[in-house]
T-cell receptor, first 114, second 112 residues
Framework: KAGVTQTPRYLIKTRGQQVTLSCSPI?????VSWYQQTPGQGLQFLFE???????NKGNFPGRFSGRQFSNSRSEMNVSTLELGDSALYLC?????????????FGPGTRLLVL | GESVGLHLPTLSVQEGDNSIINCAYS??????FIWYKQESGKGPQFIID?????DKRQGQRVTVLLNKTVKHLSLQIAATQPGDSAVYFC???????????FGGGTRLMVKP
């Protein structure tokens, strides 16, 4: 099976802009989670989607949002970008049939905000 | 796990030696634990997991030990190889779904 794919791999934006990142889970996986990775804060959970519904949410401001489509593909959006949003954004998928499943990560999208 | 920010703890071992990477967690409600390996430029790669009803689990060249009394997790890698060089993260879940809380990471460097 193909792994988790994320597009684009790299992005450069300026403050105040918005950005949309895309994640395609492993075929058959219905749960998609997003994480932000920075040198200062490490890996932090953003949110999880299952069957097009947000199932869990981390402690991030409302500028961070996401959605999931009927084919389980997911997008996350960050509006009004700030310098501190520069990070590696990681998507992980799991089957979604039970809690606490193994999550498989994609390569990430590296976002640089100037 | 605790975030250690920019300065990751580093473990340097000789090729062929065994490595032990440690992780402390703070949430006593956590009952599922995972170790991930992250190489430069890549996403975290699943290594092994363990549930709280176990205190040891073995995989290929890796063993995870869980001590719930002191909230400590360790990853043992046998016969460490240069390809094991990476940053290793522990992650925990407290049955609130698929949300993982990650530790700060440990950099493993394998000297040939």
């Amino acid at each position: 099976k193909a792994g988790v794919t994320q597009t684009p791999r790299y992005l450069i934006k300026t403050r105040g802009q918005q950005v949309t990142l895309s994640c395609s889970p492993i075929s058959g996986h219905r749960s998609v989670s997003w994480y932000q990775q920075t040198p200062g804060q490490g890996l932090q959970f953003l949110f999880e989607y299952f069957s097009e519904t947000q199932r869990n949410k981390g402690n991030f401001p409302g500028r961070f949002s996401g959605r999931q489509f009927s084919n389980s593909r997911s997008e996350m959006n960050v509006s009004t970008l700030e310098l501190g949003d520069s990070a590696l954004y990681l998507c992980a998928s799991s089957p979604g049939t039970a809690y606490q499943e193994t999550q498989y990560f994609g390569p990430g999208t590296r976002l640089l905000v100037l | 796990g605790e975030s250690v920010g920019l300065h990751l703890p580093t473990l340097s071992v000789q090729e062929g030696d065994n490595s032990i990477i440690n992780c402390a967690y703070s949430n006593s409600a956590s009952d599922y634990f995972i170790w991930y390996k992250q190489e430069s430029g890549k996403g975290p790669q699943f290594i092994i997991d363990i549930r709280s009803n176990m205190d040891k689990r073995q995989g290929q060249r890796v063993t995870v030990l869980l001590n719930k009394t002191v909230k400590h997790l360790s990853l043992q890698i046998a016969a460490t190889q240069p390809g094991d060089s990476a940053v290793y993260f522990c992650a925990e879940s407290d049955n609130a779904g698929n949300m993982l809380t990650f530790g700060g990471g440990t950099r493993l460097m394998v000297k040939p």
